[in-house]
């Protein structure tokens, strides 16, 4: 093989490799005295309600990545979560596991989604958050190219019920959370949960007495600011 080949087979390579470029994305924020609650999965006509009463008796904002098929089930519950002073991101219509399905169903999930949303409460929708926290680099590039920052977390409350282990207890949520959470944590929680009904109260309480500002993730990732 002549040099000027290998030369050229190496540079493909590497174009193969990383010619695609990779997509953010934000698991956290940049300021330490800052954290970003989130609440996926909803709205929930069972505990959506009693979230944003206790976000409002602390005077707390937060992000909300709701599915597309419960907005439509729940309408006023995204109405009162946006005219309460919070954020809405999507998290796609049907909660579908994003890297089994083609790019267009994809598209065509968050576009639902986020029309939607905008048909309900005049919000366009810019952050996004993979159902299951799943999602391929291809997926990822997808989805930014389509306009969306991609929204993971730093800390999980583990508020979800596990198929051996049931639900973890709201006590343990509540300590899980607060001595995860270091500074500039996006904190990832479901509106979808009794047991974070319970837990939350204590959660804000603490971190609030640690001297946290919370912001909503755009704000803790400065974007739109
Ligand atoms: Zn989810």
Known sequence: MTLMRRFIIGLLLLLL???????????????????????DDGPSPLYT?????????????????VIGYKVADNPDLLVEIVRDGHEVGNHTYYHSRLNWVSDKKLLDEL?????LIA??????VTLFRPPHGF????????????????IQWS????????????????SSIASRVVSRTYGGDIILMHDTSAQIVVALPKIIRALKSRGFQFVTVSKLIRLHI
Do not use: C, W
């Open 17 to 39: 490799l990383f010619g695609g470029g990779q997509a953010q994305v934000f698991t956290h924020g940049f300021n330490h005295r800052q954290i970003a609650l989130t609440f």
């Open 49 to 65: 309600e009693m979230v944003l009463d206790i976000l409002k008796k602390y005077h707390i904002p937060a992000t909300f990545f």
């Open 111 to 115: 576009k639902m989604a986020s029309d």
């Open 119 to 124: 048909e309900k409460t005049g919000v366009n």
């Open 135 to 150: 999602l391929n680099q291809e997926k990822k590039i997808l989805i930014e190219k389509a306009g969306y920052s991609i």
């Open 155 to 170: 800390v999980n409350a583990d508020d979800f019920y596990h198929v051996f282990n049931g639900m973890r207890a709201p």
